[in-house]
């Protein structure tokens, strides 16, 4: 993790199975503001097989699954940020099962699992459109679903009618009929791309009374409607719910392109699979590697390759080549300050991440006030205590108690009485404390 940069001098080759791919550029970044620690940064858009191989792991999990190398020297981290856009703009139906076997546990957990997954959607790349089905009124009710933005369509998912006890699953025209509503939408908005969602707790059942004429049954209907779905070019991906239900069937409807999981009815397992499904709609990376001390001249020196790769069970998922190409002035030449957020952990408590030059301004105001207040109030009052100036006088002496007097005689005369004798000048009866400086102690107290 730390080694010397310097190396980047000894290799500057990346793995020959990498040399078609489109590298992608490093480019120099303050780690935090006002500081002068080197980072570099780069956008990685993943292939779809890779994009698949990381939505399997938790966010957490693929946060320490990335490495990078440059020029044979390991880097620092990286940082990774996921962005909330959706490239390129996205079209998502999404298809949820009202038939009779929904009611309960299954509509409240299914609405409340999607409608957090819809809310995270990016509104400003993403459009999405809701429908429910069921055996009846198939093909008109999806399509009058519209493509609005996410907050709009997680209202739609509020509106849509409770299940009916009377209603079957009509699985395999409903996907059919999706994949030709998505295709309108993806032509009407060019440079898109069209996804479906559909969730389900059960198998297709159909031809019952009241259900539409028409509607695809048995193999016959399940091979058509894995061929749509196969040749719409949508990415396409089915959650079943609970236990009433044929994973193979799912799995062949959504083809070697899609994507068909069965969680238990569970809000937890639910919302487990549809944030795999959000990091899978989001293909692009941001990496931020921190550079080892000394890196600045070599980095100046000439263009550098290097790999960034997720790992995964022991050997790399994903792997990009990296490029580094110096500037014409010299160096450093940053071009702007990482993401916070994207500082990789080595890093951040050197770097200051997350103390503001404000809050760092204040602490140092608040140091000098203490350190004024100690030297100009405590230092002070102690080194005066030292002299005696403030030291409290020693209380003065009780007076001299006088003999009592003999009690009187017959006759109005005291006996025992006698004269003391006159005090002299040099008589001393009570000593004040001596004043610092002061030539001899001053004396009181003499005899009248």
């Keep these: 993790m730390g080694a010397c940069i310097s190396a980047l001098a000894i290799s500057a080759g990346a793995p020959g ?46 946060r320490g699954s990335w490495t990078g190398v440059l020029g044979g020297a390991r880097l620092i981290g990286p940082g990774l940020v996921t962005p909330p856009q959706i490239d390129p703009p996205l079209r998502l139906l999404v298809l949820l099962d009202r038939s009779g076997s929904m009611i309960g546990e299954g509509i409240a957990f299914t609405r409340l699992t999607l409608r957090s997954f819809i809310a995270g959607l990016d509104s400003a790349t993403a459009r999405v459109a809701v429908a429910g089905f069921e055996s009846r009124n198939v093909a008109r009710g999806i399509a009058a679903a519209t493509f609005d933005a996410p907050a709009e369509a997680g209202q739609d998912l509020d509106r849509l009618p409770a299940p009916d006890r009377r209603a079957n699953t009509a699985l395999y025209s409903a996907l059919v009929e999706g994949v030709r509503h998505v295709a309108g939408a993806v032509a009407a908005a060019p440079g898109s791309r069209g996804a479906i969602l559909l969730v ?19 193999p016959d209907g399940l091979r058509q409607a894995a061929d749509a779905a196969a040749r719409s070019g949508s990415r396409i991906w089915i959650m079943g719910v609970g236990d009433n239900l ?17 969680v238990s009815l569970d809000p937890n397992a ?12 989001r293909g692009v990376r941001e990496l931020t590697f921190g550079v080892p001390g000394g890196a600045a001249a070599a980095l100046a020196r000439a263009p550098w390759f290097g790999t960034a790769a997720a790992w995964k069970d022991g050997r790399p998922v994903v792997t990009h080549t ?19 957020s994207s500082v ?80 002299k ?16 102690p001053s004396r009181r107290g003499r005899g009248k």
């Design 246 to 262: 044929s994973a193979a069937e799912i799995g062949t409807l959504a083809g070697q392109r899609g994507s068909a999981a069965t």
């Design 270 to 281: 639910m919302a487990a699979r549809l944030a795999s499904i959000a990091r899978e709609l």
């Design 425 to 440: 000048p040099t008589d001393v009866t009570q000593e004040l404390p001596a004043v610092s400086g002061a030539a001899t």
């Design 344 to 423: 990789p952990p080595e890093l951040r408590d050197a770097a200051g991440v997350g103390a503001s030059a404000g809050s760092v301004r204040w602490l140092m105001a608040l140091c000098f006030g203490v350190v004024g207040v100690v030297l100009w109030v405590v230092v002070p009052r102690y080194a005066w205590a030292g002299d005696g100036l403030l030291s409290p006088a020693p209380p003065r002496a009780a007076p001299r108690a006088e003999p009592a007097a003999a009690p009187a005689q017959s006759g109005g005369l005291h006996a025992g009485i006698s004269e003391a004798p006159p005090r």
């Design 17 to 62: 199975v990498l040399a078609a791919q489109e590298a992608a550029p490093l480019r120099l970044v303050r780690c935090a503001p006002a500081r002068d620690i080197p980072c570099l940064t780069t956008r990685l858009r993943l292939p779809e097989s890779g994009i698949r191989a990381l939505a399997a792991l938790d966010s957490v999990t693929e």
């Design 200 to 218: 389900t707790d059960g198998r297709n059942d159909v031809d019952r009374p009241g259900d539409d004429a028409g509607l695809l049954a048995g």
């Design 322 to 340: 990296l490029v580094w190409r110096p500037p014409l002035y010299a160096l450093p030449a940053y071009e702007g300050v990482a993401e916070p």
